[in-house]
Protein backbone atom coordinates (compact mmCIF):
# COMPACT_ATOMS: atom_id res chain seq x y z
CA UNK A 1 0.00 0.00 0.00
CA UNK A 2 1.45 3.29 -1.08
CA UNK A 3 1.13 5.67 2.04
CA UNK A 4 0.85 9.75 1.76
CA UNK A 5 -0.45 12.36 4.02
CA UNK A 6 -3.85 12.39 1.63
CA UNK A 7 -4.60 9.08 -0.26
CA UNK A 8 -3.36 5.97 0.61
CA UNK A 9 -3.29 3.71 -3.04
CA UNK A 10 -3.74 0.03 -3.03
CA UNK A 11 -1.89 -1.42 -4.75
CA UNK A 12 1.43 0.23 -5.19
CA UNK A 13 1.53 -2.03 -9.18
CA UNK A 14 -0.79 -2.03 -11.99
CA UNK A 15 -0.69 -5.97 -12.74
CA UNK A 16 -2.36 -6.93 -15.82
CA UNK A 17 -2.50 -10.68 -16.79
CA UNK A 18 -1.84 -10.06 -20.38
CA UNK A 19 -2.93 -11.84 -23.02
CA UNK A 20 -2.54 -10.71 -26.85
CA UNK A 21 -5.73 -9.18 -28.54
CA UNK A 22 -7.85 -9.03 -25.26
CA UNK A 23 -8.76 -5.70 -23.21
CA UNK A 24 -7.56 -6.21 -19.63
CA UNK A 25 -8.66 -3.87 -16.43
CA UNK A 26 -7.43 -4.03 -13.09
CA UNK A 27 -8.58 -1.11 -10.32
CA UNK A 28 -7.06 0.91 -7.89
CA UNK A 29 -7.96 1.81 -4.44
CA UNK A 30 -7.93 5.26 -3.10
CA UNK A 31 -8.65 5.91 0.68
CA UNK A 32 -9.12 9.62 1.72
CA UNK A 33 -7.13 9.51 5.45
CA UNK A 34 -8.32 13.53 6.26
CA UNK A 35 -10.83 15.21 7.32
CA UNK A 36 -10.47 17.37 4.63
CA UNK A 37 -12.11 16.61 0.51
CA UNK A 38 -9.43 15.58 -1.58
CA UNK A 39 -8.89 16.27 -5.18
CA UNK A 40 -7.05 13.48 -7.78
CA UNK A 41 -5.65 13.47 -10.89
CA UNK A 42 -4.00 9.92 -12.85
CA UNK A 43 -1.75 10.65 -15.24
CA UNK A 44 0.01 8.34 -17.72
CA UNK A 45 3.31 8.04 -19.80
CA UNK A 46 1.27 6.16 -22.35
CA UNK A 47 -2.44 7.66 -22.81
CA UNK A 48 -3.16 6.20 -25.87
CA UNK A 49 -2.80 2.60 -24.64
CA UNK A 50 -4.62 3.37 -21.34
CA UNK A 51 -8.71 4.11 -20.25
CA UNK A 52 -8.97 5.35 -16.58
CA UNK A 53 -12.27 5.67 -15.25
CA UNK A 54 -12.61 7.99 -13.44
CA UNK A 55 -9.29 9.75 -14.14
CA UNK A 56 -10.13 12.49 -12.34
CA UNK A 57 -12.44 12.89 -8.58
CA UNK A 58 -13.50 14.15 -5.70
CA UNK A 59 -12.82 11.75 -2.41
CA UNK A 60 -14.46 12.79 0.84
CA UNK A 61 -13.26 12.66 4.19
CA UNK A 62 -12.49 9.14 5.29
CA UNK A 63 -14.32 7.25 2.27
CA UNK A 64 -12.86 5.25 -0.94
CA UNK A 65 -12.76 5.78 -4.64
CA UNK A 66 -12.50 3.06 -6.78
CA UNK A 67 -10.56 3.86 -9.81
CA UNK A 68 -10.19 1.58 -12.97
CA UNK A 69 -7.47 1.10 -15.22
CA UNK A 70 -7.94 -0.75 -18.43
CA UNK A 71 -5.06 -1.40 -21.26
CA UNK A 72 -6.63 -1.83 -24.84
CA UNK A 73 -5.86 -4.70 -26.47
CA UNK A 74 -2.28 -5.68 -27.89
CA UNK A 75 -1.24 -7.89 -31.12
CA UNK A 76 1.74 -9.07 -29.63
CA UNK A 77 3.51 -10.30 -26.27
CA UNK A 78 6.03 -7.74 -24.64
CA UNK A 79 10.10 -9.26 -24.75
CA UNK A 80 10.05 -10.99 -21.22
CA UNK A 81 6.62 -9.91 -20.18
CA UNK A 82 8.58 -6.52 -19.25
CA UNK A 83 6.54 -2.96 -19.36
CA UNK A 84 7.95 0.40 -19.47
CA UNK A 85 4.34 2.35 -18.49
CA UNK A 86 4.12 4.15 -15.64
CA UNK A 87 1.19 6.00 -13.70
CA UNK A 88 1.33 9.36 -11.80
CA UNK A 89 -1.78 9.98 -9.50
CA UNK A 90 -1.47 13.49 -7.76
CA UNK A 91 -3.95 14.54 -4.94
CA UNK A 92 -4.30 18.34 -3.59
CA UNK A 93 -6.64 18.95 -0.92
CA UNK A 94 -10.27 20.75 -2.34
CA UNK A 95 -12.53 23.25 -0.81
CA UNK A 96 -15.28 21.52 1.07
CA UNK A 97 -17.78 20.40 -0.74
CA UNK A 98 -16.45 20.16 -3.57
CA UNK A 99 -17.26 17.99 -6.63
CA UNK A 100 -15.95 16.44 -9.43
CA UNK A 101 -17.04 19.38 -11.72
CA UNK A 102 -14.97 22.11 -9.37
CA UNK A 103 -11.59 20.44 -10.61
CA UNK A 104 -9.32 22.18 -12.63
CA UNK A 105 -5.81 21.76 -13.98
CA UNK A 106 -5.10 24.71 -11.96
CA UNK A 107 -5.72 22.42 -8.78
CA UNK A 108 -2.58 20.29 -9.34
CA UNK A 109 0.01 23.01 -10.36
CA UNK A 110 2.86 23.24 -8.23
CA UNK A 111 4.15 26.72 -9.22
CA UNK A 112 1.06 28.27 -8.12
CA UNK A 113 1.81 27.23 -4.70
CA UNK A 114 -0.73 24.36 -4.56
CA UNK A 115 0.92 21.61 -2.35
CA UNK A 116 0.25 18.84 -4.52
CA UNK A 117 0.97 15.23 -3.30
CA UNK A 118 2.12 12.52 -5.89
CA UNK A 119 1.97 8.94 -5.85
CA UNK A 120 4.13 6.80 -9.41
CA UNK A 121 2.99 3.53 -10.05
CA UNK A 122 4.65 1.04 -12.45
CA UNK A 123 3.09 -1.39 -15.00
CA UNK A 124 3.66 -5.30 -14.50
CA UNK A 125 2.45 -7.79 -16.80
CA UNK A 126 1.73 -10.85 -15.09
CA UNK A 127 0.02 -14.17 -16.66
CA UNK A 128 -3.00 -14.91 -16.76
CA UNK A 129 -4.32 -17.39 -14.43
CA UNK A 130 -4.37 -21.16 -16.18
CA UNK A 131 -7.44 -23.71 -16.03
CA UNK A 132 -6.54 -26.78 -13.70
CA UNK A 133 -5.47 -29.39 -16.23
CA UNK A 134 -7.96 -32.83 -16.01
CA UNK A 135 -6.33 -36.00 -14.43
CA UNK A 136 -6.83 -39.05 -16.19
CA UNK A 137 -7.41 -41.97 -14.36
CA UNK A 138 -4.75 -45.05 -14.63
CA UNK A 139 -2.36 -42.14 -15.78
CA UNK A 140 -0.05 -43.85 -12.98
CA UNK A 141 -0.50 -47.15 -14.59
CA UNK A 142 0.55 -45.65 -17.74
CA UNK A 143 3.76 -44.61 -16.74
CA UNK A 144 6.85 -46.09 -17.23
CA UNK A 145 7.29 -48.50 -14.41
CA UNK A 146 9.44 -47.36 -11.60
CA UNK A 147 11.63 -49.88 -9.24
CA UNK A 148 11.16 -49.52 -5.51
CA UNK A 149 13.50 -50.03 -3.50
CA UNK A 150 13.38 -51.89 0.14
CA UNK A 151 13.88 -51.38 3.68
CA UNK A 152 17.16 -53.54 3.02
CA UNK A 153 18.91 -51.43 -0.07
CA UNK A 154 17.41 -54.23 -2.23
CA UNK A 155 15.88 -52.97 -5.98
CA UNK A 156 11.87 -54.74 -5.65
CA UNK A 157 11.29 -55.78 -9.11
CA UNK A 158 7.37 -56.98 -8.40
CA UNK A 159 6.19 -54.00 -9.53
CA UNK A 160 7.86 -54.17 -12.93
CA UNK A 161 5.78 -57.99 -12.77
CA UNK A 162 2.60 -56.24 -12.18
CA UNK A 163 2.84 -53.85 -15.15
CA UNK A 164 3.94 -56.55 -17.50
CA UNK A 165 1.26 -58.79 -16.42
CA UNK A 166 -1.54 -56.44 -17.17
CA UNK A 167 -0.49 -55.69 -20.80
CA UNK A 168 -0.12 -59.23 -21.44
CA UNK A 169 -3.86 -60.09 -20.15
CA UNK A 170 -5.09 -56.55 -22.95
CA UNK A 171 -3.25 -58.76 -25.84
CA UNK A 172 -6.34 -60.81 -26.73
CA UNK A 173 -8.40 -57.90 -27.75
CA UNK A 174 -6.73 -57.49 -31.49
CA UNK A 175 -7.20 -61.50 -31.73
CA UNK A 176 -11.29 -61.45 -30.52
CA UNK A 177 -11.46 -58.77 -33.41
CA UNK A 178 -9.99 -60.69 -35.47
CA UNK A 179 -12.39 -64.10 -34.55
CA UNK A 180 -15.36 -61.81 -35.22
CA UNK A 181 -14.19 -60.75 -38.93
CA UNK A 182 -13.08 -64.54 -40.01
CA UNK A 183 -16.86 -65.62 -38.76
CA UNK A 184 -18.60 -62.27 -40.51
CA UNK A 185 -16.28 -63.12 -43.88
CA UNK A 186 -17.65 -66.85 -43.71
CA UNK A 187 -20.95 -65.75 -43.29
CA UNK A 188 -20.99 -63.63 -46.08
CA UNK A 189 -19.46 -66.37 -48.08
CA UNK A 190 -21.97 -68.92 -47.40
CA UNK A 191 -24.80 -66.37 -48.35
CA UNK A 192 -23.11 -66.13 -51.62
CA UNK A 193 -22.80 -69.66 -52.40
CA UNK A 194 -26.25 -69.72 -51.71
CA UNK A 195 -27.54 -66.69 -53.62
CA UNK A 196 -25.33 -68.70 -56.74
CA UNK A 197 -27.16 -72.18 -56.33
CA UNK A 198 -29.94 -70.20 -55.86
CA UNK A 199 -29.63 -68.52 -59.35
CA UNK A 200 -28.80 -71.97 -60.83
CA UNK A 201 -31.81 -73.51 -60.33
CA UNK A 202 -33.74 -71.04 -61.61
CA UNK A 203 -31.88 -71.00 -64.53
CA UNK A 204 -32.63 -74.52 -64.70
CA UNK A 205 -36.21 -74.23 -64.12
CA UNK A 206 -36.37 -71.69 -66.53
CA UNK A 207 -34.92 -74.05 -69.58
CA UNK A 208 -37.50 -76.76 -68.74
CA UNK A 209 -39.99 -74.57 -69.09
CA UNK A 210 -38.77 -73.40 -72.44
CA UNK A 211 -38.07 -77.25 -73.47
CA UNK A 212 -42.10 -78.28 -72.66
CA UNK A 213 -43.13 -75.40 -75.16
CA UNK A 214 -41.29 -76.41 -77.63
CA UNK A 215 -42.22 -79.97 -77.37
CA UNK A 216 -45.92 -78.69 -77.27
CA UNK A 217 -45.53 -76.76 -80.51
CA UNK A 218 -43.83 -79.98 -82.15
CA UNK A 219 -46.79 -82.04 -81.35
CA UNK A 220 -49.35 -79.62 -82.92
CA UNK A 221 -48.14 -80.05 -86.16
CA UNK A 222 -49.27 -83.78 -87.22
CA UNK A 223 -52.56 -83.27 -85.70
CA UNK A 224 -53.24 -80.30 -87.97
CA UNK A 225 -51.86 -82.30 -90.64
CA UNK A 226 -54.44 -85.02 -90.17
CA UNK A 227 -57.20 -82.84 -90.36
CA UNK A 228 -55.91 -81.62 -93.33
CA UNK A 229 -55.77 -85.14 -95.45
CA UNK A 230 -59.19 -86.02 -93.97
CA UNK A 231 -60.73 -82.60 -94.80
CA UNK A 232 -59.47 -83.34 -98.50
CA UNK A 233 -60.86 -86.86 -98.66
CA UNK A 234 -64.08 -85.89 -98.03
CA UNK A 235 -64.31 -83.51 -100.84
CA UNK A 236 -62.66 -86.13 -102.75
CA UNK A 237 -65.48 -88.47 -101.66
CA UNK A 238 -68.05 -86.13 -102.71
CA UNK A 239 -67.48 -85.67 -105.80
CA UNK A 240 -66.40 -89.60 -106.62
CA UNK A 241 -69.91 -90.10 -105.63
CA UNK A 242 -71.72 -87.51 -107.86
CA UNK A 243 -69.51 -89.16 -110.68
Known amino acids: MSTGDLLSIEPQELQFPFEPRKQISCSLQLFNKTDNYVAFKVKTTNPKKYCVRPNTGIVMPKSSCDVTVT ?24 SPGAAAKD ?35 GSEEGSSPRASVSDNGNINT ?27 ISKLTEEKSSA ?14 RCEANKSRGGGIPLIFVLLVGLIGIILGYFLKKT
Open 71 to 94: MQAQKEVPPDMQCRDKFLLQSVVA
Open 103 to 137: ITPEMFNKESGHHVEESKLRVVYVAPPRPPSPVHE
Open 158 to 184: SEFTTVTSRAYVARPEPQDNSSETRAL
Open 196 to 209: IQQNNKLQQELELL
